[in-house]
Each structure stands twice: as structure tokens, then as C-alpha cells.
């Protein structure tokens, strides 16, 4: 079992950046895929990013070249750097984790999930 606690998350006015941490217990993150997921009210829990245990990355088309994920495998962390954030970009967001990854943008994917913190951007 992986236990994911996610933190970082706040108010920010659009054009601002924030660090969301996901720090993971009980297993080693390094053999995990992660990915972070958003959810939006009324709306479907949506991929945002994704690192493999390789180190590749993905990412959703909104997102690129403002957001990037890392791992940083000694602290058991993943870290989502999220830049240039836009009102759109709020939501709460999830960390995941992943044992053998297939198609990173469907949560069916991801078995463990932390409990999310919320984005709130002001335009």
C-alpha cells in the first residue's frame, strides 16, 4: 500500500506560479508511475501530468510549457512546478500512483490517490 499526501495547493492571481508537493509513504515512489489529475466542479476528473518510472513525461496539451512534474526518488516525492497559471486552471488536484502504467491519462490506471488540495486561480 502507498499513502500519498499532497500539499502546496492555495489562492494565486492568474500569471502566478505554485509547487504542489505529493509525498508518499509506505512504499518507494520510485517504483511507481505518478501522475497528477485535476477536477474542476461539475466537471471529470481530467490527467495532467504523468512521470514514468523511467523519468518520461507526459503531459495534457493545456499544460505544456507551463507546468512540469519531477520526481525526486531520495524524499519519496513527486513535485508538479505549475507556472503562468490561468483561472482555468483551478481545481483540486490529485496525486496518483500507478504500478504498471498503461494509458497515463485514465485514472482506471492509477490505484492509489491521495486525498487532493485545491488550486484556486483569480483572474
Known amino acids: 500500500q502507498v499513502q500519498l499526501v499532497e500539499s502546496g495547493g492555495g489562492l494565486v492571481q492568474a500569471g502566478g506560479s505554485l509547487r504542489l508537493s505529493c509525498a508518499a509513504s509506505?512504499?518507494?515512489?520510485?517504483?511507481?508511475?505518478m501522475g497528477w489529475f485535476r477536477q474542476a466542479p461539475g466537471k471529470e476528473r481530467e490527467a495532467v501530468a504523468t512521470i514514468r518510472r523511467s523519468g518520461l513525461t507526459y503531459y495534457v496539451d493545456s499544460v505544456k510549457g507551463r507546468f512540469t512534474i519531477s520526481r525526486d526518488n531520495a524524499k519519496n516525492t513527486v513535485y508538479l512546478q505549475m507556472n503562468s497559471l490561468r483561472p482555468e486552471d483551478t481545481a483540486v488536484y490529485y496525486c496518483?500512483?500507478?504500478?504498471?502504467?498503461?494509458?497515463?491519462?485514465?485514472?482506471?490506471?492509477?490505484?492509489?490517490w491521495g486525498q487532493g488540495t485545491q488550486v484556486t486561480v483569480s483572474s
Open positions: 509506505g512504499r518507494t515512489l520510485s517504483n511507481y508511475a
Open positions: 496518483a500512483a500507478a504500478e504498471m502504467l498503461g494509458l497515463w491519462v485514465s485514472p482506471g490506471e492509477y490505484a492509489y
